[in-house]
């Protein structure tokens, strides 16, 4: 077996049904393993005082080097030499790490990546469920009957517990990847089936509310509604949006990447309508700007829309709408008039269609059209 160098623990072809092992014959007891995955990880191998063989991981090829891990792995075996047991060691004590620590380690190395309502949510979850739950336990006594007792707690509100599980399943996937614990105690845990919202507003309901909006076209926030309304926007977007995303002469709003869902740069194309909104808007923005809807505070958008919306609903005698319900309403009433569902996909920003499927059931069109046509061929034949 030749030494461990960084061209021999590259060229090291997987075995995709078994795990393969390689020493180096210069250092004694420091390997690669080599998952069918194609993942390798650097480790040492040794007995301990009581003759017990152990293994103890040093790290991830790609995470670390051939060398650094030669150099880890000569620190770890001169513990060894000296009466240690680094393997051990590390066991007592990620043994005492909490789920509370768990939980501050996942919002410190994991939270800068999601999107700022998406972290929100996540520390209310950990803030009222899980760690009144959870947080004292150690996450290495966590059990699998643990996380389903408290799944189960949720089940009447069946969103909020999916979205606890997803929360707590990445949290012990973390754990596992910094060797806290072995398995994630989530796994293969199944949620509850929800219910997708189906609230949308028909033409009487949008002509009502429509008349509310104009009667208040002196307030900002009543065209902040309009505005969703006619683009089928989301309300971040609209909010965080600023006027060098809009090309008002074609008539195109390019969103970034930063303020959509899927995290890809949008082209929506906008009708007359909506130029006719922005350019009121427009003409009433303080001088020097930058967003479409500006806040009272000066360099930053409006941001507390909710007080104007509910006095709005009850102006417009409308019930239990939200204001993410324009949006199921933009689509809703375009797939009813008759435009296929790749084309409103593609207007709303949908990557994957069956997020869209969602209002197939209005494109029934052609199949009135097509159950119509046998009736009328069947009703000949009777006659006959």
Request: aromatic fraction near 8%; proline fraction near 4%.
């Amino acid at each position: 077996m030749p030494k461990l160098t960084k061209r021999f623990v590259e060229s090291i072809a997987p075995n995709p049904e078994k795990t393969l092992k390689h020493w180096d014959t210069e250092l004694k007891g420091f390997g690669i393993v080599v998952l069918p995955s194609g993942r390798r990880t650097y480790c040492i191998q040794y007995r301990n005082q009581d003759r017990i063989l152990k293994r103890f991981k040093i790290g991830v090829h790609g995470q670390i080097t051939t060398e650094q891990a030669r150099d880890l792995a000569k620190q770890k075996l001169g513990q060894v030499a000296h009466g240690q047991d680094p393997a051990s060691q590390k066991k007592q004590i990620t043994t005492f790490i909490s789920v509370e620590e768990l939980a501050k380690n996942y919002i410190d190395r994991h939270g800068y990546k999601k999107r700022p309502k998406s972290l929100k949510g996540d520390l209310n979850i950990l803030k009222n469920i899980i760690l009144p739950a959870l947080g004292r336990l150690k996450v290495s006594q966590v059990t699998r009957r643990d996380v389903e007792t408290l799944h189960k707690n949720l089940q009447e509100t069946p969103y909020q517990a999916n979205r606890t599980l997803a929360l707590l399943s990445k949290m012990f996937s973390l754990a596992v990847s910094w060797e806290w614990i072995e398995d994630n105690p989530v796994k293969g845990i199944e949620k509850y089936q929800e219910e997708k919202r189906d609230r949308w507003l028909n033409q009487e309901e949008l002509d009502r509310l429509w008349e509310v909006l104009e009667r208040h076209s002196d307030r900002m926030t009543a065209y902040v509604f309009k505005f969703l309304i006619l683009t089928g926007a989301r309300k971040g977007e609209a909010l965080g949006a600023t006027w060098g995303q809009f090309d008002l002469e074609k008539r195109v709003w390019t969103k970034p990447s930063h303020l959509t869902k899927q995290k890809k740069k949008e082209h929506l194309p906008l009708s007359e309508k909506t130029i006719e909104i922005l350019q009121i808007v427009k003409k009433r923005t303080p001088k020097g700007s930058v967003y479409v809807f500006p806040g009272r505070i000066e360099g930053e958008p409006l941001k507390e829309i909710k007080t104007f919306w509910k006095m709005a609903l009850k102006e417009a005698k409308l019930e239990n709408i939200r204001i993410h319900d324009l949006r199921h309403t933009h689509a809703s009433h375009l797939v009813s008039s008759g435009l296929s569902l790749s084309i409103v996909g593609k207007l709303l920003g949908h990557t994957q269609a069956s997020t869209t499927q969602r209002y197939a059931h209005l494109a029934d069109a052609p199949l009135r059209q097509a159950a119509e046509l046998f009736s009328h061929k069947l009703g000949k034949k009777i006659e006959e």
